[in-house]
């Protein structure tokens, strides 16, 4: 019989650092990966932010040597593609003024390949002294008295613990062994899939300069991300389940298609190397996240950013987080579900806790915007580049043009009216809280926008400035 | 651009059956018809089927399984060490 403290199912970077943890605190700890090593069975997830330097000391020792594929950026590019499938436009854009954290100020994120940061980020556990189980299916749970106590691996084999932490991904075995869900709902996860291409390092410093991402903002497929590392970048697009009507490669498909892509990837050199997909979990909150003598942590537990996804920080946040919940617990010999309540009352105090206090107000807008092409934008692209792009016309003067553009922008009011009552209110209300909530009424505000109309001048004035 | 997607990802062999579908359960609502990124999933006289040598060619993303509300397609990950391998994910 193979007797531990506690088992950690999953060895990316969520269970890598949950193993760390116990293995210092004094744990008998064992994680398993079901890959030949951590990191092959992983595709996306793959821009680190600053924050992770400041949480986690072991983000310090991340060298080239260690993570060949790795290279930061301090820029990141959005595109905006019209229903003509052409790139209307796009912005590049550095940090702001407002940025208060002084790293950020120079880099967005650190992109790196999973097949290089799993596999270091897992030896920091097993240095520690936690053992790694690789090419190890977990298939089942041991339960005594209807509690949990123990996994079973593929071939039968059995190993028990006081506490097993659920760090395998999306599709989690032990989320469902233990009952803590069936299935996610269809509008809890996304479908993702992406290219890798190939590209010299020297060509991508050269014409993406210190740019690490760009977004395509599409009319007429989802918004899609591209990310740059060493030698080569991801191309990839996301939805819901319920979202897709034809398959997922014939949007991808669109934007590599795209006329401008294709000079990009001429320009790059780059050649397509890898096909990529994977279910996200992208949730407005983490519910049901431990029952008895289990803790679910990142991807499995639902962890993942509600705006954007980011679900590497998240992982490794609440695996340490569960490690240290689950090690009082084993010493305090009650690891019942009321005890371990107490990982959810600490994740809650972190970032994460407030990231997701907003949660579903911010899932609901991100949801509505690039990921409704169709809905939202189709008026959305051109609108933007009317703002951005419409004074660039030397064939009228001025001043007509400057009424074309505030009657074009106007025409798009009736689709974009709504939207920003439905979809920006409420997320400016939640994230503002009382003050603007009132100041947002909708009612309130349609009683002030007349007043202000009136207060605009009503007679055109003559050349010259003067009175007609 | 179309691009091959025949050899762009290491497999290593052995991995047993790790999908099945159930017709009794099936409801025919064709969703993971649509979903499968590798287009593994056939319907012929109202049964649906995987392709035979589906393993040489599944991405091992799940989708078929998630998308399946009437609970008729069964995923478990391939056996340990086996499968798809991602170099550059």
């Known amino acids: 019989m193979n007797t531990y403290d506690i088992i950690i199912v999953g060895a990316g970077p969520g269970g890598s650092i949950a193993a760390k943890t116990a293995a210092e605190m004094g744990l008998k700890t064992v994680f398993f990966e079901r890959g030949r090593k951590p990191g092959e069975k992983n595709s996306s997830g793959c821009g680190l932010g600053p924050r992770m330097w400041k949480d986690f000391e072991i983000m310090k020792e991340l060298t080239p040597e260690k993570c060949p594929s790795m290279r930061a950026g301090v820029a990141a590019r959005n595109y905006f593609v019209n229903k003509e499938d052409i790139v209307a436009g796009y912005i590049m854009a550095r940090p702001t003024e407002s940025v208060s954290y002084e790293p950020a100020k120079s880099w967005i994120t650190m992109n790196i390949y999973r097949s290089e940061f ?39 084999e059995k190993y028990r613990a006081s506490i097993v932490i659920g760090a395998d991904g999306v599709i989690s075995t032990v989320a469902v062994k233990s009952g803590l869900r069936t299935k996610w709902a269809q509008n809890q996860v996304t479908l993702t899939t992406q290219y890798d291409f190939q590209a010299p390092p020297e060509k991508i410093d050269d014409i993406m300069g210190d740019e690490a991402l760009a977004v395509w903002w599409g009319a007429t497929f989802p918004a899609s991300y591209q990310v740059f590392f060493r030698d080569g970048f991801h191309q990839g697009l996301g939805n819901w389940m319920t979202w897709w009507d034809k398959n997922p490669l014939f949007y991808l498909n669109k934007v590599v298609n795209l006329k401008y892509y294709q000079r990009l990837l001429k320009i790059l050199e780059a050649k397509p190397r890898e096909l ?62 009321a005890v371990l309540h107490k990982f959810d009352e600490m994740w809650q105090k972190t970032s994460i806790g407030e990231e997701f206090e907003a949660g579903y107000e911010l899932w609901n807008i991100w949801k509505a915007l690039p990921f409704s092409p169709k809905e939202t934008m189709s008026w959305f692209v051109p609108m933007i580049m009317e703002l951005l792009g419409g004074i660039f016309d030397w064939s009228q003067p001025h001043a007509l043009r400057i009424r074309q553009i505030a009657s074009q922008i106007k025409s798009y009011m009736p689709k974009a009216t709504p939207f920003i009552m439905k979809y920006v209110f409420p997320l400016v209300a939640k994230i503002f809280e009382d003050d603007l909530d009132k100041l947002m009424d909708p009612k309130k505000i349609m009683t002030i926008l007349p007043k202000l109309l009136e207060l605009l001048p009503q007679k055109k004035r003559k050349r010259g400035g003067k009175e007609k | 651009m179309k691009i091959e997607l ?82 550059k994910g």
Not at chain 1, 120 to 147: M, P, Q, R, Y
């Open chain 2, 6 to 87: 025949e050899n762009l990802n290491k497999r290593i062999a052995g991995t047993g059956n790790f999908i099945s579908v159930d017709n009794n359960k099936c409801n025919r609502c064709g969703r993971c018809l649509i979903i499968c990124i590798m287009n593994l999933w056939r319907k012929k006289d109202d049964t649906i089927y995987i392709v035979d040598d589906y393993q040489s060619k599944c991405l091992e993303c799940a989708s078929c399984y998630q998308v399946c509300e009437a609970g008729a397609i069964n995923f478990q990950y391939p056996v340990g060490g086996t499968g798809v391998v991602y170099e």
């Open chain 1, 276 to 337: 990529q997909a994977h279910l996200l979990p992208w949730l407005d909150y983490p519910h049901n996240t431990h029952t008895d003598g289990v803790i679910l942590i990142g991807d499995a537990g639902g962890f993942p950013c509600p705006l954007e996804a980011e679900g590497i920080y998240p992982a490794m946040l609440t695996g340490k987080i569960a490690a240290e919940v689950a090690t009082e617990a084993i010493s305090s010999g009650d690891v019942s579900k």
């Open chain 1, 118 to 156: 799993d596999p270091w980020i897992s030896e920091f556990a097993t240095d520690a002294g936690a053992e790694l189980k690789t090419s190890t299916l977990i298939v089942d749970l041991i339960k005594e008295n209807g509690k949990v106590c123990g996994v079973i691996d593929e071939k039968g």
